[in-house]
T-cell receptor
Framework: NAGVTQTPKFQVLKTGQSMTLQCAQD?????MSWYRQDPGMGLRLIHY???????DQGEVPNGYNVSRSTTEDFPLRLLSAAPSQTSVYFC??????????FGPGTRLTVT | GQQVMQIPQYQHVQEGEDFTTYCNSS?????IQWYKQRPGGHPVFLIQ?????EVKKQKRLTFQFGEAKKNSSLHITATQTTDVGTYFC????????????FGAGTILRVKS
């Protein structure tokens, strides 16, 4: 099992550009989440999903969209990138929204 | 709102010294988890505590969950350079649909 995979590993965007961060899991977990990690702020929840077709907002959802068409995939879309979205993004999956299995992360810089 | 406060933010210890990080919540947690993130890596699950007063050990690491299920600690005995990283706690809040909230993390540096 690959667990949770994320692409790309690194990305540089210009302000106003859009992009999609990919996340996939092969553990058949219902719950998937997106977090961003900034120095001194811990892990903040952006969006989450409790199953295919069901998504909800987390703590910091503004500027991001998600969809969940399959159990395996949970892409995160940045609509119009801003420098404040420079961060490390982690996707995670879990069986019951308790123990989280994290992907390797995407390091995003917006200039 | 639902918050998990974690202290200290940063700790620098001499190899062989002990280390402790603490997490506190103002409301009751249904459980608490601990994660470790190595520099440049991703958070990796260490352990979950569910019962009031629970204590679990993993080699040199001791995890405790408070009697009121509002606080927790991670203690490392005789730190080694391999312990370097950021330690996060994360709690599920009973009263808020089991919402999971992470603490800000404690960065541990070990001098050899």
């Amino acid at each position: 099992n690959a667990g949770v995979t994320q692409t790309p590993k690194f990305q540089v965007l210009k302000t106003g550009q859009s992009m999609t961060l990919q996340c996939a899991q092969d553990m058949n977990h219902e719950y998937m989440s997106w977090y961003r990690q900034d120095p001194g702020m811990g892990l903040r929840l952006i969006h989450y999903s409790v199953g295919a077709g069901i998504t909800d907002q987390g703590e910091v959802p503004n500027g991001y969209n998600v969809s969940r068409s399959t159990t395996e995939d949970f892409p995160l879309r940045l609509l119009s990138a801003a420098p404040s979205q420079t961060s490390v993004y982690f996707c995670a999956s879990s069986q019951n929204f308790r123990v989280q299995y994290f992907g390797p992360g995407t390091r995003l810089t917006v200039t | 709102g639902q918050q998990v406060m974690q202290i200290p933010q940063y700790q620098h210890v001499q190899e062989g010294e002990d280390f402790t990080t603490y997490c506190n919540s103002s409301t009751t947690l249904s459980n608490i988890q601990w994660y470790k993130q190595r520099p440049g890596g991703h958070p990796v699950f260490l352990i979950q505590l569910v019962k009031s007063g629970e204590v679990k050990k993993q080699k040199r690491l001791t995890f405790q969950f408070g009697e009121a299920k509002k606080n927790s600690s991670l203690h490392i005995t005789a730190t080694q350079t391999t312990d370097v990283g950021t330690y996060f706690c994360a709690g599920n809040f009973m009263e808020y649909g089991n919402k999971l909230v992470f603490g800000a993390g404690t960065i541990l540096r070990v001098k050899s």
